[in-house]
């Protein structure tokens, strides 16, 4: 059985500028990393992998240079590493990229049954968290997203429970495998690959599917594909804050004062 | 007198052989580690040898040397004495008195009586030491005990034997032995059967204590007498800091996470140590309650290769692990507790090197086994995603200079690469001790550029932490832009990114003219560049705090000193533990990136130290330091001092 986790490899955004002429990223010189919530999904793949012998896949689609965001899976343990990357496939959006995904996981189920798939609950470029359940919806796979717990898998019975994260509130719920679950960061806490690991992956084969392995329609995929586009990206204008009283000198007189702003721009109900 | 050679013959030869086995058993033991070169440079290891084994130049350095030095030479000239006493027991006609003329043999004795009570009393020095006052916890061992009483034994028979002859009127060098005849004189009176008896009790008990202790050496923590003399021969004379490379190809493996995985000096050491416990008093770790213990780590090697030696030499695989929780293997926690202050470095009087030890086996946990404390995987990621701890993104670097005109080095233009760090880029106030050293610089008319945006973490942390794959990889980096941009002499503020640029990137074949910031201070203020006005005195009376990386892992004690002297016009006040004693601040080694659960607070045992003095000023040259002395000054609650780095002193002092 394989267990899949669906990476990303996303610009450093704690490094993007937007410029602000174009209003479009700034992302020259800017190191790519994976998407930090697929490190959890990765990792979840890899416990399960440990845990009941499953074989662990990673999935990637992006241009050619995605590879090195495999490589690092392949040096914490993947027996798999597949990037989808075809020309055809640029300019995605999370429609036309569900549609790859889960072309790669219906041919990878050809050689071995998929039983679960982890995906991050959303990548920090372009924080839709769309993908995941678009890869479920596809493939008919019971779909379980912002899971910080496995409860309890059965993989005889093609059962699992999980706890999800919700605001303010967890939910148990209980789902027939197939499943695709999107994982947040409480689930677990990543490894780090050891030298020995580094360097076979460095050796080891990253497979590339292109659409003339995936046999998907040139309108579903790609530009063509996606029905979602950028028209433009821009950081909202923040009004300028205002200094209220003298907070060190009379704090009971400046809190009046800010009691009586919020209260007085509706910002407290009395 | 002397005993039946026939009888004691046999004896000493059975005592001699099983002292050659169990010597060589143990000592071959070593061999089943890596090879490493410790034979280079014969004069300056003979030099040592001479200096630190035979002078005990470290030994006496601390309380109770003295005491050691006088066991150690008494033990050497009673050497010439007990061997005379061995030879003439299987050869009673080989007794100096009959050999050597009387000019000769009289002050030979008079030496042996003299040089016997200094043993006898350095002995008892030394039991009451231990009983009353020992040098550490647990130090109340049989053994030590064991082995002390059985020198004193050794002298007293010695006495007891001579004062016997000499009673007996049998021993013609008698005025030569005023010990001796003093205890003589109490034997007057008896008759020559019980001074017989006595002699004789006395001859058996000296050979047969000599002969014991000689057997119980190899198996004791007094191999030391052994081992320690070859140890000094075979001291690191690199910077102990500087690790040896390792070489990252397929198949290989990294660090020591077995016995047989550390050098043969590693082992070597291991039986070299007597557990003196001085290594373990310096030790900011073990002194505020952390698990680390330098004295243990080098008692579970050695007990570690007791247990696994024999195996390995057959060829078999160890059976106790090297790192784990059992007698014989270092707990990970202590390992992870290291400061790499270096401090059991300079305190081992025999030049033990607990500390690198520690790197090899955390290049295990991290390389082999990805096995460290959870706040590291943010560093490792950081470092090799941003290079930089922080993770603050690399286009963020030159922003310190805020809106002043900083050049970018270039070769020719630039005489010197001023090379910032990533405390000095990154953190508030590190930052502002690089606007400081920015002025002093401009008002010096120093040529100087910086690498900007272009600049990267040097990797000392990496490195002190084990994760030499990372920092190979840093290293490489740095030092192909270094060797592109044609550095050759670069300033730094940090002592991390000093000792690294310097000796660690000399293994990548750069050599470069590094000068730490309190040593380019002095200069430009020797060459006269600096106008200071001594009366701007600020902050108080300065308590100078020594960097472990500047001061005992590159020996710069005296430039900062003389730096705080000359910008405010008096000597700095010094703590207790000062210059090769310093205590760390506690962040070396990464732990400046780790959380400190166990035992109390390093940094706080340090700012409770600066504070004893009252002092306005604690001044620092790290910026690790700076954050562990300030975050200790807040715990302190103490408004009325502050930190400052030497720079931040000078730079207030421009006129």
């Not at chain 1, 496995?150 to 499943?179: M, N, Q, S, T, W």
């Not at chain 2, 130290?609 to 690790?624: D, M, Q, R, S, V």
Request: a neutral charge; glycine letters at 8%.
């Amino acid at each position: 059985m394989y267990v899949v986790a669906c990476i990303k490899q996303v610009p450093d955004t704690t490094q993007v500028q937007i410029d602000p002429v174009t209003n479009t990223l700034v992302r020259d010189g800017i190191p790519f990393i994976v998407n930090p919530y697929d490190t959890h999904a990765l990792e979840e793949s890899l416990r399960m992998k440990a845990r009941y012998g499953f074989k662990a896949a990673a999935l990637s689609m992006g241009p050619p240079n995605t590879e090195a965001t495999l490589r690092k899976a392949l040096a914490l343990g993947v027996d798999e590493a597949i990037l989808c990357s075809d020309r055809a496939f640029g300019g995605a959006d999370t429609l036309s990229t569900s549609n790859v995904l889960a072309a790669a996981i219906r041919k990878l189920a050809q050689e071995d049954e998929v039983g679960i798939v982890f995906c991050g609950k959303q990548t920090i470029d372009g924080d839709t968290a769309q993908v995941g359940p678009g890869i479920a919806i596809r493939l008919g796979f019971s779909q379980l997203t912002l899971v910080d717990r496995i409860e309890h898998l059965d993989f005889l019975a093609k059962k699992i429970r999980v706890r999800r994260k919700l605001e303010g509130r967890y939910e148990i719920v209980e789902a027939k495998l197939p499943a695709m679950i999107t994982v947040v960061r409480e689930l677990n806490r990543p490894r780090y690959p050891t030298v020995p690991m580094r360097l076979k992956a460095a050796k080891a084969e990253v497979k590339v599917w292109d659409n003339k392995e995936l046999q998907l329609d040139p309108n579903s995929v790609g530009l063509k594909g996606s029905p979602t586009w950028v028209s433009r990206i821009f950081s909202p204008q923040r009004a300028a804050g205002e200094i209220i009283g003298d907070g060190m000198g009379d704090p009971a007189g400046t809190a009046r004062l800010l009691l009586e702003k919020l209260v007085a721009s509706d910002m407290l109900a009395v | 007198m002397q005993p039946d050679p026939v009888i004691f013959t046999p004896l000493l030869a059975a005592a001699g052989l099983i002292f050659a086995w169990s010597c060589y058993r143990r000592f071959s033991l070593v061999g089943v580690g890596a090879s490493e070169d410790r034979f280079s440079s014969l004069a300056e290891r003979l030099q040592g040898m001479f200096l630190f084994a035979f002078l005990q130049k470290r030994v006496v350095s601390r309380p109770f040397g003295i005491n050691h030095l006088f066991i150690f030479w008494s033990f050497l000239i009673l050497a010439v004495a007990n061997t005379e006493f061995l030879v003439a027991g299987v050869f009673p006609a080989a007794k100096l008195a009959r050999i050597l003329p009387a000019a000769l043999y009289q002050p030979l004795v008079f030496v042996f009586d003299i040089v016997s009570l200094c043993a006898l009393t350095a002995v008892v020095i030394a039991l009451v030491r231990r009983a009353v006052a020992p040098p550490y916890e647990g130090a109340r061992t049989g053994e030590a005990f064991g082995i002390l009483s059985m020198i004193g034994t050794l002298m007293l028979a010695y006495f007891g034997l001579h004062a016997a002859e000499i009673a007996l009127g049998a021993e013609e060098a008698a005025q030569a032995m005023p010990v001796s005849l003093a205890l003589a004189s109490l034997l007057a009176g008896q008759g020559p059967e019980t001074l017989k008896s006595v002699a004789q009790v006395s001859w058996w008990l000296h050979a047969g204590v000599l002969l014991f202790f000689l057997n119980y050496l190899p198996y004791s923590k007094h191999m030391h007498i052994l081992a320690a003399i070859p140890n000094c021969f075979f001291k690191g004379l690199d910077t102990p800091n500087t690790q040896p490379r390792e070489e990252f190809v397929e198949g290989n493996v990294y660090g020591a996470g077995s016995i047989d995985r550390f050098t043969w000096k590693d082992l070597f050491d291991s039986f070299s140590c007597t557990e003196c416990g001085r290594c373990e008093k310096s030790c900011p770790a073990a002194s505020t309650g952390k698990p680390l213990n330098p004295r243990l780590v080098m008692h579970d090697i050695k007990v570690n290769l007791l247990a696994n030696g024999g195996l390995l030499q057959r060829g078999g695989e160890p059976t106790v692990p090297v790192i784990g929780d059992a007698e014989g293997s270092i707990k990970p926690d202590a390992l992870w507790s290291c400061t790499s202050c270096g401090a059991c470095l300079a305190a081992c009087p025999v030049f033990i090197e607990q500390m690198p030890k520690i790197t090899k086996m955390r290049r295990h946990l991290v390389q082999m086994e990805a096995d460290f404390p959870e706040e590291l995987l943010n560093l490792f990621e950081n470092m090799e995603q941003r290079s930089n701890p922080w993770g603050i993104a690399p286009g963020e670097r030159g922003k310190w200079a805020g809106g002043r005109e900083v050049r970018q080095f270039e070769a020719g233009t630039t005489e010197y690469l001023y090379f910032v760090g990533c405390a000095g880029s990154f953190d508030s106030r590190s930052k502002q001790v690089t606007l400081a050293m920015t002025r002093i610089m401009e008002a010096a008319g120093v040529s100087y550029g910086i690498l900007g945006k272009e600049e990267k973490c040097c990797g000392d942390s990496l490195r002190r932490l084990g994760n030499e794959y990372l920092f190979d990889k840093m290293a490489r980096e740095n030092v192909a832009q270094f060797q592109e941009k044609g550095v050759t002499k670069v300033v730094t503020q940090c002592p991390h990114c000093f000792t690294t640029l310097k000796n660690d990137y000399r293994q990548y074949g750069l050599e470069l003219e590094v000068i730490p910031h309190a040593e380019f201070i002095e200069s430009l203020l020797a060459e006269g560049k600096l106008k200071l006005d001594h009366h701007a005195k600020k902050g108080g009376n300065i308590v100078f705090h020594d960097s472990c990386y500047l001061g005992r892992h590159n020996g710069v004690y005296e430039a900062p000193r003389a730096v705080i002297a000359q910008a405010t016009g008096s000597a700095p006040a010094e703590m207790e533990r000062n210059r090769e004693n310093s205590f760390c601040c506690g962040a070396g080694g990464g732990r400046m990136w780790m959380e400190e659960h166990l035992g109390e607070r390093i940094n706080l045992n340090r700012v409770s130290e600066a504070l004893e003095g009252n002092p306005g000023t604690i001044c620092t040259t790290c910026p690790y330091c700076m954050t562990m002395m300030e975050d200790g000054l807040k715990d302190r609650s103490n408004g009325g001092t502050t930190v400052k780095d030497i720079a931040e002193l000078v730079a207030e002092g421009l006129r």
